[in-house]
């Protein structure tokens, strides 16, 4: 077997299954689940009958490459989100089976592994950042993201003999969990640090379409680049998906974008990774990418139940709206595990422990103190869960 596969650790809902074992909660109290990133959304209906109507197409073999259509339609939006002036949908666009899948085949692609290879990535951060890494045979290199700092990634850490061996970065924009957004100075020091070092940018971007003021959607690494003069895209891949965005995240359907001699790479590998999207699902995509109407709708109710719920968590624990994204990260008033623990015995309400999306470094763990709590349930439901956490006492 794999050697590798024994340097991964439990992923968190595992641990969080661990943490409930043994534990009833009360029975009178309805479940309510805040701890995973899932929508609960309805899907928009003209999304599901183009699924339907395109049935048909898994008579065929579908290209990993994807259908021209769908990369056109990709591009369209995504010149359309970012104010780019071009991005070519044969070289710099390519369909993928959603965001966690690419954004581990992409580390299996970027780093060399006859070197002693370094990659980056937040500190708290999504799992596949570590895993992939891991299993590209290179060590993880985490850049804690506090308040105390203003939730950055403190690029100015590592010294020039680490930045000599990073092969790969990993940012989360809006950021998972804090929905931090990163700013153009904190991508411009990126792209300099890149270009002097020859690194890859992976730019997880998968909650850059749930925002909260219309006219002001959140700065993306391609429009970034874009703002900066770097129309070309070195070095810089971007992760997006239709999960969060339209509510589909069963079609498992999305997109990364960007340098073309990276993607060239990247398409090759996923040529011989097999894991091209089904041609029904490709038709669907399409339909969902260029409506723009039922996302808008989307952001509207995410942005009612914030100003709905946030003011009521906020009598209980420390927490404020993100920049974006779905997610409340909360500072709890005793130990993150021991506190979700009880509020699912007492409250039958489960959220995420920030310690079990962070790593120590330099002795701390960063997510510590902290649990995850994402308003991806009904309107009803955030509000009870908001109410039990208030009254629930520690």
């Known amino acids: 077997m794999n050697p590798d596969l024994r340097r991964l650790q439990p992923y968190p809902f595992e641990r969080l299954r661990r943490l409930f074992a043994g534990t009833t909660p009360p029975a009178h109290l309805a479940p309510i689940n805040l701890s995973i990133g899932e929508p609960k959304h309805a899907t928009p209906p003209f999304i599901l009958e183009a699924l339907t109507r395109a049935l048909p197409g898994i008579a065929s073999y579908p290209l990993t490459a994807g259908q021209p259509e769908l990369r056109e339609a990709i591009a369209a939006w995504a010149c359309r989100r970012y104010d780019l002036a071009a991005l070519d949908p044969a070289t710099q666009v390519l369909p993928v089976a959603g965001s966690r899948e690419a954004l581990f085949a992409f580390a299996q692609t970027v780093v060399d592994r006859s070197r002693d290879a370094l990659v ?35 690029f100015d850490r590592l010294g020039a003999a680490e930045w000599a061996k990073v092969q790969l970065v990993y940012v989360c924009t809006p950021g998972n969990p804090t929905g931090r957004v990163m700013t153009l100075p904190e991508w411009k020091q990126l ?41 070309r895209y070195e070095r810089l891949v971007m992760f997006s998906s239709l999960s969060k965005r339209s509510n589909v995240p069963g079609l ?38 260029r409506d723009e109407a039922h996302v808008v709708d989307n952001r509207r109710l995410y942005a009612a139940k914030f100003d709905q719920a946030t003011p009521v968590i906020q009598r209980a624990l420390k ?51 902290h649990v995850r709590i994402a308003l991806v349930a009904s309107p009803a439901e955030v509000a009870d869960a908001a109410a039990r956490i208030v009254s629930f006492t520690v």
């Open 120 to 154: 980056v990535a937040p500190n708290p951060f999504y799992q596949i950042y570590e895993g992939a890494t891991l299993l590209a045979g290179a060590r993880p290199v985490f850049l804690p993201t506090t308040a105390a700092n203003g939730y950055r990634m403190e």
């Open 191 to 231: 792209f300099e640090l890149s270009d002097r070092y020859g690194f890859v940018i992976a730019s997880d971007e998968c909650y850059s379409e749930i925002y909260f003021e219309e006219g002001k959607a959140p700065l993306g690494g391609l429009q970034a680049a874009a703002r900066l003069g770097r129309d």
């Open 252 to 289: 498992r359907s999305g997109f990364v974008a960007g340098d073309a001699e990276v993607l060239k790479q990247f398409l090759l590998y996923r040529t011989y990774h097999g894991t091209a999207l089904g041609p029904a699902v490709q038709t669907a995509s399409v339909a969902a990418w």
């Open 319 to 369: 927490c404020e709206r993100p920049d974006a994204a779905f997610y409340l990260w909360a500072a709890t008033p005793i130990d993150d595990a021991e506190y979700a623990r009880r509020l699912f015995a007492e409250q039958h309400v489960t959220v995420l422990p920030g310690s079990y999306l962070s790593r120590d470094v330099d002795g701390a763990n960063p997510g510590a103190g």
